[in-house]
């Protein structure tokens, strides 16, 4: 298998919409990702498996026939036979210099091959790419595998929301790291993003 990772499209969104209800199944509203490809302190990437394809819908092979027609720009996935099928998702804010981790999901079957821990780094990469001082986010304080994850990669607890998610009024841990330019952040950062390397396919 191999897994790539690229900035997300409008082509993305049929299937981002389906992990984020599978990953995300109590969250209401559910997020307009359509809306946030405009927002302008959105950034968002997702990660493919360049191995799985799925079936082309008919209103995307007509898309790609009218782009051929009139030589119109067309995004990468749609040179291929079929398109990229996405396995996960993740998305920051930036606001004054802080990076907020708005939401990081992978697809059921993908889970536990290290993937969510490839989207964090790449998370961190966008991040760092945009010249963020530090980074934020918020977790479930009933989700420890998530917390172990962003503790490994230098999130510590900063505070605490209460009665934050609204399906069962559930605390969030508040994250932030320390400024990911500097030495210890970078060194933890590379030896990790090693360590992974040698696990993925």
């Known amino acids: 298998m191999t897994y790539l990772i690229r900035p997300m499209d409008k082509g993305d969104l049929p299937q981002v919409n389906e992990i984020d209800r599978e990953a995300f199944p109590t969250q209401w509203p559910s997020p307009n990702y359509r809306q946030e490809l405009q927002n302008r302190i959105a950034h968002y990437v997702v990660l493919y498996d360049d191995t799985h394809k799925s079936p082309v819908p008919e209103e995307t092979r007509h898309q790609s026939w009218l782009a051929r027609l009139f030589r119109r720009p067309r995004p990468a996935d749609e040179n291929t036979a079929t398109p990229q099928y996405i396995v ?8 004054a210099g802080e990076a907020h981790i708005t939401n ?11 993937l969510g821990e490839m989207l964090l780094i790449a998370t961190i990469d966008l991040a760092a790419g ?4 530090f980074m934020t986010l918020e977790v479930r304080v009933s989700n420890q595998i998530a917390r172990k994850l962003y503790e490994k990669y230098g999130f510590t607890q900063t ?3 209460r009665s934050y998610y609204l399906d069962n009024r559930e605390d969030a841990v508040i994250m932030s790291t320390e400024p990911i330019a500097s030495p210890a ?6 030896r990790l993003r090693e360590d992974l390397a040698r696990k993925l396919p």
Do not use: C, H, P
Request: without cysteine.
């Open 104 to 114: 990081i999901a992978v697809r059921r079957e993908y889970q536990g091959r290290g």
């Open 130 to 133: 945009l010249n963020t001082s």
């Open 159 to 161: 505070g605490l929301r």
């Open 185 to 190: 952040f970078r060194e933890n950062l590379r």
């Open 88 to 95: 996960g998702f993740s998305g920051i804010w930036m606001m």
